[in-house]
């Protein structure tokens, strides 16, 4: 019996059954090649922008202890891996949200951990998976959701008088900017007016990477960006991302359950158990041998991957 998200997904007699059978099982649906957005990303001849060392993180549920991973500039990283092992707890301790500790370099430079304006003002956001009770202001319009972080973090959007002594909300700029995430994003809303708790979940989710994108960020982890959307909304999302970082050049690092869809975007894939990076390997790797990585078979390794 194999099981995947607490369902039964696969039941067949023991006799015959081979590891990479019940590997490719447990992850789950094959991408479809149309789907994938195969690239050419020479990572290696790239700058590392990021690199975590002995990272630990205390955040119920997740489990992060002695996490090492460089991240280059411009890849879109993705990080996957069983419930529980630590995907989770990787972003919400690297932008402070929970306790951690170890050692964060970002650009060459140090960051100071637990205190997330540390990791704002140089340059990364993070999109949470808990959109509706870390990414949005749930009373507030679009327009508000959107712009917030950029004008707290770095005063876009506003008007500055005498030197910069006064400073005042540029309505006008708020909102041409919305309007463009809304329909470069195709966010679905009576208007830029509208509350976000209005939307769907879908909408929900291109608010909280438009919000994102308005802090134009040099680096943004992005944690279970599909999570409780339809399918239709799913692909919009992941294009988006792809998007994003071919025309901005932003690094991405996507944490998601969804091994697949991090093999339609992303350009390598770490898998995190018992609180640690087990491997890393190319995308384009047949999804049974990172079920294997799940399952703690280092032979998936001999595919082109790493450590």
């Not at 006799?15 to 690239?39: F, H, K, P």
């Not at 989710?205 to 994108?213: I, R, S, T």
């Not at 998007?243 to 901005?248: D, G, M, P, Q, V």
């Amino acid at each position: 019996m194999v099981m995947r998200d607490g369902k039964i997904i696969k039941t067949v007699p023991a006799e015959g059954v081979v590891i990479t059978d019940i590997a490719r099982w447990m992850v789950g649906r094959d991408v479809n090649t149309a789907q994938r957005q195969a690239r050419e990303f020479d990572y290696e001849n790239k700058p590392v922008i990021l690199s975590l060392e002995n990272l630990w993180v205390d955040m119920p549920g997740e489990v992060v202890r002695n996490v090492n991973l460089n991240v280059h500039q411009g890849e879109i990283l993705g990080i996957g891996g069983m419930a529980g092992q630590g995907k989770l707890g990787i972003p919400n301790g690297a932008m402070g949200l929970f306790p951690a500790g170890g050692k964060i370099t970002f650009e060459g430079k140090q960051i100071e951990l637990n205190n997330p304006r540390n990791f704002l003002n140089a340059g990364m956001a993070f999109v949470s998976e808990d959109r509706r009770g870390v990414g949005l202001l749930l009373d507030e319009t679009l327009e508000w959701n959107i712009s917030f972080t950029a004008m707290q973090v770095q005063e876009k959007y506003l008007k500055k008088y005498l030197g910069g002594a006064i400073k005042w909300r540029d309505q006008d700029a708020i909102e041409a900017e919305t309007s463009n995430y809304v329909k470069q994003m195709e966010i679905r809303c009576t208007s830029t007016k509208q509350k976000a708790k209005e939307l769907s979940g879908g909408n929900q989710q291109k608010v909280c990477l438009a919000k994102a994108f308005a802090v134009a960020p040099k680096l943004l982890f992005v944690s279970e960006p599909t999570r409780g959307i339809d399918i239709g909304a799913k692909s919009l999302v992941l294009k988006a991302l792809r998007k994003y970082n071919e025309e901005s050049g932003t690094t991405i690092i996507m944490i998601s359950s969804e091994l697949e869809e991090l093999r339609a975007i992303c350009d390598r894939i770490a898998i995190i158990s018992d609180g640690k990076v087990f491997g890393i390997l190319p995308a384009t790797t047949d999804s049974a041998q990172f079920g294997l990585l799940m399952v703690g078979q280092t032979s998936a390794l001999q595919e082109g991957g790493s450590v």
